[in-house]
């Protein structure tokens, strides 16, 4: 008996399926969009491509090499679902017929069509160089809006370091970019070098009282050679020491920077700006304990490019 019931619900159940109609039968799809462009024919792209849907604009940043060849770009182009593009994937296109600009039409499922502008933007590596440590600076302390806050330059506080190697050791330091490729998610990588300078010594951020080794907190360019890779999604700079141990920031120009509270940082030249993490310590509010060791906030390594 049970055995028949199981069968009897087990048909019902197939009747029902077999007789549910699909909402979208019959349904054709408007969406015309382009939705990911990859470049091929030995060209170097810069990550992905980015989609303007409301100007039916694509860019594509590609790095600019000797013997790169923008008259026949072959790309494939993923648009929507049962859409079809023209000129098709696979077909060489001329950009630089058009100040390195292609119209692409895209048809949709139901026939209606949308033409999009694909623009490829010449990419140049601007990290590259050798730059000149001018300052380090710290942007640290708990309950900044009551006070705690303080951007300090390490340099004027010497007597919060212990040691021969103190904070200032680093500051007739170069630091080298070299160019070495692109990840395979279109991340511009290469070598860098930490060099000494004349006096052959890096800062060991040994903090005086109480006695702390403070080196794996401000030392975020690794001694020595190492590895950087830029991320132009997310607009930082990775260095990759020869441990595996990885620190990001942010690669800035010239600029001004409100920290709130009264507070800001001036970059004449170049900067590297790095995010610290910490914890508050009401305790030791106002002390430079508290701004060095327990809530170091932001960290500067500003630079100059040599000529």
Same mark, same amino acid.
């Given at each position: ?53 409301? !100007?039916? +604009?694509? $860019?594509? %940043? @590609?790095?600019?090499? &000797? =013997?790169? /060849? ?114 395979? !998610?279109? +991340?511009? $990588?290469? %070598? @860098?070098?930490?060099? &000494? =300078?004349? /006096? ?108």
């Amino acid at each position: 008996m049970k055995q028949l019931s199981l069968y009897i619900s087990l048909l019902l159940i197939l009747c029902c399926s077999a007789c549910t109609k699909d909402p979208f039968d019959g349904v054709s799809s408007n969406e015309r969009s382009i939705e990911a462009i990859t470049l091929g024919g030995g060209l170097v792209q810069i990550g992905p491509a980015a989609i303007n849907r409301t !100007d039916a +604009k694509a $860019t594509v %940043k @590609v790095l600019v090499q &000797a =013997g790169t /060849d923008l008259s026949k770009v072959v790309a494939q182009i993923q648009t929507s679902y049962k859409a079809a593009i023209s000129p098709a994937n696979g077909v060489p296109v001329n950009f630089t017929a058009n100040n390195n600009e292609a119209t692409f039409t895209v048809t949709s499922e139901s026939g209606s069509t949308r033409e999009w502008t694909v623009e490829i933007i010449p990419f140049t590596e601007t990290l590259l160089g050798t730059y000149s440590i001018q300052a380090l600076v710290l942007y640290g302390g708990t309950g900044p809006e009551y006070g705690g806050g303080g951007v300090i330059n390490l340099k004027d506080k010497p007597w919060v370091w212990t040691g021969a190697n103190t904070p200032d050791k680093e500051l007739d330091n170069t630091i080298t970019f070299e160019f070495g490729g692109v990840t395979a !998610d279109g +991340k511009t $990588t290469g %070598k @860098v070098t930490n060099n &000494a =300078g004349p /006096d052959g010594a890096y800062a060991s951020f040994l903090y005086n009282n109480p006695a702390m080794d403070l080196n794996n907190v401000y030392r975020l360019v690794p001694t020595g050679e190492s590895t950087w890779e830029r991320d132009y999604v997310n607009n930082t700079v990775t260095f990759i020491s020869k441990e595996g141990k990885r620190t990001s920031g942010a690669f800035l120009g010239a600029t001004s920077i409100d920290l709130g509270n009264g507070l800001n940082k001036t970059i004449t030249d170049n900067s590297l700006d790095f995010t610290l993490s910490g914890t508050d310590d009401w305790g030791n509010i106002y002390s430079d304990l508290d701004k060095f060791v327990k809530r170091p906030r932001r960290f500067w390594i500003d630079l100059k490019k040599n000529q």
